[in-house]
């Protein structure tokens, strides 16, 4: 159906991406969200990563969704970049296009030269003027089509132009309600990084900087077995590689008159689902290094989340940031211990801007903690007092050994 991607899921193409997503929308219009999905999600297979990395502040609630194993999807709303999924809109057109429509359906164009009314000749030169327009010498001003709007408004009784500046400001509130329900996305979404490996999650400690709080947190690697996870179609079509471009989607004079209601409610007509869709993944190229993929959830499924979480894949690995403190390294190295992952504590190289990573866990923390209070006895001088100390934390390590 789709070709595959190159070089498996690092290299994502931007062609297959938007044929998929405009096949999918169309097949949405015809058979429903639940066949769309399974039907699409089995074109996939060559086309997903095994594992993804995700990073979390050192929280209550990033150890919780440790301890529950689930995922928070949040609305793109919420996100730190407010040009993230946020579609482009050229609504002065819709603006220009929805009054000239009200002006001719109340009968406000006459031939003769009224002031309580267009002319002919006024109305021909309102449909004809540009939205943004140029400064005209002949007229004296910018010929837009809000400027010589109300100069013509200017020579016409004030009951005329309060009626058209009504009019006019309708027009612009329909349009922002439009523009508002489509930025107001009904989807919700996970964000995740697709690092090769670890080298590369070494690398990028920008990434450590932005979301495990100047690397007091941490970033769990998942290992995604989708025959291991319930829904599985639904996360199998759910995932999805960021573009960077500065190719934004936009709402165009087509897609403005397209939306319309139904019953009190907005109707998606597929041109807006399919822009909807490529919002969600579209970012600046200022953002490629987050190498990021996104799991993409429709509110059609809101009833398989609890408080906006959904159940995950399995955790392989969990990387402890290089500032974070011992209470969470210890509370991490206790949970990879029931839950069967494995810890890495991450240091700061010496010999590149990168990080290390070593594992950890009970058997390490206890060494390290115990030579780290040797290392600090033996340094006391007085031979008496280093011999109390060294035989206390003997007998402190000694009892806490079993």
């Known amino acids: 159906m789709f070709e595959t991607i190159s070089d498996r899921n690092r290299n994502p193409n931007l062609k297959w991406f938007n044929g998929f997503i405009n096949e999918f929308i169309d097949s949405v219009v015809k058979v429903g969200f639940d066949k769309s999905i399974i039907d699409f999600s089995k074109t996939k297979d060559d086309y997903l990563p095994q594992h993804l990395y995700k990073f979390f502040a050192p929280s209550e609630f990033s150890i919780a969704s440790i301890i529950n194993n689930n995922i928070y999807l949040s609305s793109p709303k919420s996100f730190n970049d407010p040009f993230d999924s946020y579609i482009l809109k050229d609504d002065e057109s819709y603006v220009k296009y ?55 408004l200017d020579t016409k009784t004030p009951a005329f132009w309060n009626t058209i500046n009504s009019l006019f400001v309708s027009s612009k509130r329909i349009a922002d309600e439009k523009t508002n329900a489509v930025r107001t996305t009904p989807f919700k979404v996970a964000c995740f990084a697709n690092f090769k490996d670890e080298e590369e999650l070494g690398l990028n400690t920008a990434m450590w900087s932005h979301y495990s709080k100047s690397h007091t947190g941490f970033c769990v690697k998942y290992d995604l077995d989708f025959d291991a996870i319930q829904n599985k179609e639904l996360f199998k079509f759910g995932f999805f590689p960021v573009f960077y471009s500065s190719r934004v989607p936009k ?75 011992s209470e969470l390294t210890n509370m991490l190295v206790k949970l990879g211990d029931k839950q069967d992952f494995k810890l890495y504590r991450s240091i700061q190289s010496d010999k590149s801007v990168s990080l290390d990573f070593y594992e950890i866990n009970k058997k390490t923390i206890f060494d390290s903690e115990y030579y780290s209070k040797l290392y600090n006895i033996n340094r006391i001088q007085n031979k008496d007092k280093r011999k109390r100390k060294s035989d206390l934390l003997e007998e402190y390590f000694e009892n806490h050994n079993h």
């Open 98 to 152: 929805n009054l000239l429509q009200e002006i001719e359906k109340r009968g406000l164009i006459v031939e003769n030269d009224l002031n309580n009314h267009f002319t002919i000749k006024e109305f021909n030169a309102l449909a004809n003027s540009p939205i943004e327009g140029n400064l005209r010498p002949e007229l004296g001003h910018n010929n837009s089509f809000t400027t010589r709007l109300y100069k013509i």
């Open 251 to 325: 709402l165009t004079l087509r897609d403005y008159k397209s939306l319309t209601n139904k019953n009190d409610l907005l109707d998606w007509p597929p041109t807006v689902m399919k822009k909807m869709f490529k919002m969600l993944v579209t970012k600046s190229r200022f953002w490629s290094y987050e190498k990021e993929w996104r799991l993409i959830i429709s509110n059609e499924y809101d009833t398989l989340l609890t408080n906006s979480t959904l159940p995950f894949f399995k955790i392989k690995s969990i990387y402890i940031g290089c500032r974070a403190n």
